[in-house]
């Protein structure tokens, strides 16, 4: 096999994580070509190449498996930023695909943020950190979570109060304040941080 164009190989696996996640099944590769300017000639070659790096599963026509790769591992998207501190709002684009080992995340669906502000330092969360989230819309008391107030994201600690009809936002930083709101949604469980040393 001919050696490949990094650049185009990772146009080629980003295109393919991108359009599987958008539309919930993978492409063919008449759109893996036309999505990353090349033709379907090379595009099968490079979807081998990926394959034969364990990137990607493929047995034939939409039957990509970018999900999950050999050697039990698991593309996490980053989806961009979430306030650590006031809230803000978090843009669902895909920024890029972390591969992390399954047995370090464990099942489910995850996906990463990048952490902004100060207000989650006493939890080990700082500034340009990486937070694995585990999607979901629920959490029990004291979790770390993603909470969507109004359209702004923020990450804190959760203490619902049905008691007065409200929920608690708490920041781990002793310098900020609680935040009430009367609803928020709830889009997932920190689990992990990633930081760099």
């Given at each position: 096999m001919r050696s490949k164009d990094k650049n185009v190989l990772r146009a080629v696996e980003r295109f393919v994580w991108e359009f599987t996640e958008r539309r919930g099944y993978?492409?063919?590769?008449?759109?893996?070509?036309?999505?990353?300017?090349?033709?379907?000639?090379t595009a099968h070659r490079y979807v081998a190449k990926l394959r034969s790096d364990g990137i990607v599963g493929y047995s034939?026509?939409?039957?990509?498996?970018?999900?999950?790769?050999k050697g039990g591992s698991v593309m996490v998207p980053v989806l961009g930023r979430v306030a650590c501190g006031l809230p803000r709002y978090a843009k669902e684009n895909i920024e890029e695909y972390?591969?992390?080992p399954e047995a370090l995340i464990g099942s489910g669906e995850f996906f990463l943020l990048r952490a902004v502000g100060d207000s989650m330092t006493g939890a080990g969360?700082?500034?340009?950190?990486?937070?694995?989230?585990?999607?979901?819309?629920?959490?029990?008391?004291?979790?770390i979570v993603v909470a969507?107030?109004?359209?702004?994201?923020?990450?804190?600690r959760f203490y619902p109060e049905p008691g007065k009809k409200r929920?608690?936002?708490?920041?781990?930083?002793?310098?900020?304040?609680?935040?009430?709101?009367?609803?928020?949604?709830?889009?997932?469980v920190?689990?992990?941080v990633i930081k760099d040393l």
């Open positions: 993978s492409p063919s590769l008449q759109e893996i070509a036309d999505g990353a300017g090349i033709s379907k000639t034939g026509y939409r039957s990509l498996v970018p999900a999950r790769v972390v591969r992390m969360i700082e500034e340009g950190d990486l937070v694995l989230v585990k999607r979901q819309n629920f959490a029990e008391k004291g979790q969507l107030v109004g359209e702004e994201a923020t990450l804190k929920f608690r936002l708490h920041p781990e930083n002793p310098a900020m304040a609680d935040i009430y709101v009367n609803s928020c949604e709830v889009q997932g920190a689990v992990k």
